[in-house]
C-alpha cells in the first residue's frame, strides 16, 4: 500500500515543481508578456485545482487504507 501513496506524492510535487518552472521561465515571460497581467485571478484558479486535487486523493487514500 506505500507504494501507491509514494507514487502519488511524487505525481503531485512533479505537477506543482513543472508549473512553477514554466510560470518562471524566460521564454514564457518574454513569449508573452501579458502573462504577468490579473495573476491574481490566475494563482486563485490554479489554487482551487490544487486544493480540489488533494481533497480527492486524500479521500481516495482514506478510503484505500480503511478497506
Same mark, same amino acid.
Not at 501513496?5 to 514564457?28: C, E, W
Not at 487514500?61 to 480503511?66: E, G, P, T
Given at each position: 500500500?506505500?507504494?501507491?501513496?509514494?507514487?502519488?506524492? %511524487? %505525481?503531485?510535487?512533479?505537477?506543482? @515543481?513543472?508549473?512553477?518552472?514554466?510560470?518562471?521561465? =524566460? @521564454?514564457?515571460?518574454?513569449?508573452?508578456?501579458?502573462?504577468? =497581467?490579473?495573476?491574481?485571478?490566475?494563482? @486563485?484558479?490554479?489554487?482551487?485545482?490544487? %486544493?480540489?486535487?488533494?481533497?480527492?486523493? %486524500? @479521500?481516495?487514500?482514506?478510503?484505500?487504507?480503511? =478497506?
Amino acid at each position: 500500500m506505500t507504494f501507491p501513496i509514494i507514487l502519488v506524492i %511524487v %505525481v503531485m510535487v512533479a505537477g506543482f @515543481a513543472a508549473t512553477i518552472a514554466i510560470g518562471q521561465s =524566460r @521564454a514564457n515571460k518574454e513569449g508573452n508578456p501579458d502573462y504577468f =497581467r490579473q495573476t491574481g485571478k490566475k494563482w @486563485a484558479n490554479l489554487s482551487w485545482i490544487y %486544493v480540489i486535487c488533494t481533497i480527492a486523493i %486524500v @479521500a481516495v487514500l482514506i478510503y484505500a487504507l480503511n =478497506r
